[in-house]
């Protein structure tokens, strides 16, 4: 028995080693490299959005007439706009470099949207009227809400849905979404990077964890640029600084430490 079990351990070796051996270091490496990147373009987004609330909210007048916002990329700003109830005029417009978390420039004079603001606004409502059907599997648990981030590229667009919450010591890995779509907003392609909703909460019986890890689905061996973005975002609320992505697909961890923007392959999460 003992020999049988040892042949099966070197077989399921040698088969990981066969599919993490489809990637050179360096194409691995590239993979790595480009995935953190557009982690970091998900964050730009996300934190000018979030950032852009928060202002919004400190300002009586300007929450009582912002209904909507938008945030896109401009050159090298990224900018978080309201509109109005009728959505025909923008009401407040805040421009973020470098994910900073303070506006390098604030607007509040009114004006008509401009020609990107009227496209991704477009693009939005018509993927969310699409996210009904049941095809896509689009669902919120309980405490959670998704977030909408879209991303031009070429004609068409990349629409992600990330998960938030406004609980405190929880990282909402998870239940989240890519859509393709061509200029029109009609929804070509779709992937979801995990199965279902993966909190981590960052308080255990035994105090604060310092770790956070989970695995992922055979189809998505690689780390994902929405949990790089979810990690970004809710890591600096706790005392966490790296958390990891075991591959079943490639038999490793892949571990990011959002200090250091950086992303290592390891055997060992810790």
Same mark, same amino acid.
């Given at each position: 028995?003992?020999?049988?079990?040892?042949?099966?351990?070197?077989? /399921?070796?040698?088969?990981?080693?066969?599919?993490?051996?489809?990637?050179?270091?360096?194409?691995?490496?590239?993979?790595?490299?480009?995935?953190?990147?557009?982690?970091?373009l998900l964050y730009s987004h996300e934190i000018a959005s979030w950032n852009s609330g928060d202002l /919004?909210?400190?300002?009586?007048?300007?929450?009582?007439i912002a209904q909507s916002y938008l945030t896109y990329k401009s050159n090298d700003t990224v900018k978080?706009?309201?509109?109005?109830?009728?959505?025909?005029?923008?009401?407040? *417009?805040? &421009?973020?470099?470098?994910?900073?978390?303070?506006?390098?420039?604030?607007?509040?004079? @009114?004006?008509?949207? $401009?020609?990107?603001?009227?496209?991704?606004?477009?693009?939005?409502s018509t993927v969310i009227s699409q996210l009904s059907d049941p095809k896509y599997e689009v669902g919120?648990?309980?405490?959670? $809400?998704?977030?909408? =981030?879209?991303?031009?590229?070429? *004609?068409?667009?990349?629409?992600?849905?990330?998960?938030?919450?406004?609980? &405190?010591?929880?990282?909402?890995?998870?239940?989240?979404?890519?859509? =393709?779509?061509?200029?029109?907003? #009609?929804?070509?392609?779709?992937?979801?990077?995990?199965?279902?909703?993966?909190?981590?909460?960052?308080?255990?019986?035994?105090?604060?964890?310092? /770790?956070?890890?989970?695995? @992922?689905?055979?189809?998505?061996?690689?780390? &994902?640029?929405?949990?790089?973005?979810?990690?970004?975002?809710?890591?600096?609320?706790?005392?966490?600084?790296?958390?990891?992505?075991? &591959?079943?697909?490639?038999?490793?961890? /892949?571990?990011?430490?959002? #200090?250091?923007?950086? =992303?290592?392959?390891?055997?060992?999460?810790?």
């Amino acid at each position: 028995m003992k020999q049988i079990t040892a042949v099966l351990f070197i077989v /399921m070796s040698l088969m990981i080693s066969a599919q993490e051996n489809k990637y050179s270091e360096k194409e691995f490496q590239q993979k790595l490299d480009s995935i953190k990147a557009e982690g970091n373009l998900l964050y730009s987004h996300e934190i000018a959005s979030w950032n852009s609330g928060d202002l /919004m909210a400190a300002n009586k007048k300007l929450h009582e007439i912002a209904q909507s916002y938008l945030t896109y990329k401009s050159n090298d700003t990224v900018k978080t706009v309201f509109l109005n109830k009728d959505q025909n005029l923008v009401v407040a *417009e805040y &421009s973020f470099k470098n994910s900073q978390r303070k506006p390098v420039r604030e607007n509040m004079q @009114h004006r008509k949207p $401009n020609q990107t603001e009227l496209n991704i606004n477009k693009i939005r409502s018509t993927v969310i009227s699409q996210l009904s059907d049941p095809k896509y599997e689009v669902g919120v648990p309980e405490g959670y $809400n998704l977030n909408i =981030i879209i991303v031009p590229i070429n *004609e068409n667009y990349k629409v992600y849905l990330i998960p938030g919450t406004s609980q &405190s010591g929880v990282i909402p890995f998870g239940n989240d979404y890519l859509f =393709i779509t061509d200029k029109e907003g #009609k929804i070509t392609s779709n992937q979801r990077f995990h199965s279902r909703l993966i909190p981590a909460f960052t308080q255990g019986e035994n105090g604060t964890l310092t /770790m956070a890890t989970h695995s @992922h689905l055979r189809t998505n061996p690689f780390i &994902s640029a929405t949990d790089i973005c979810t990690f970004k975002l809710y890591a600096p609320l706790t005392k966490l600084e790296e958390f990891s992505v075991y &591959s079943p697909a490639l038999g490793i961890y /892949m571990k990011y430490n959002y #200090k250091k923007d950086s =992303i290592e392959k390891t055997k060992d999460p810790l």
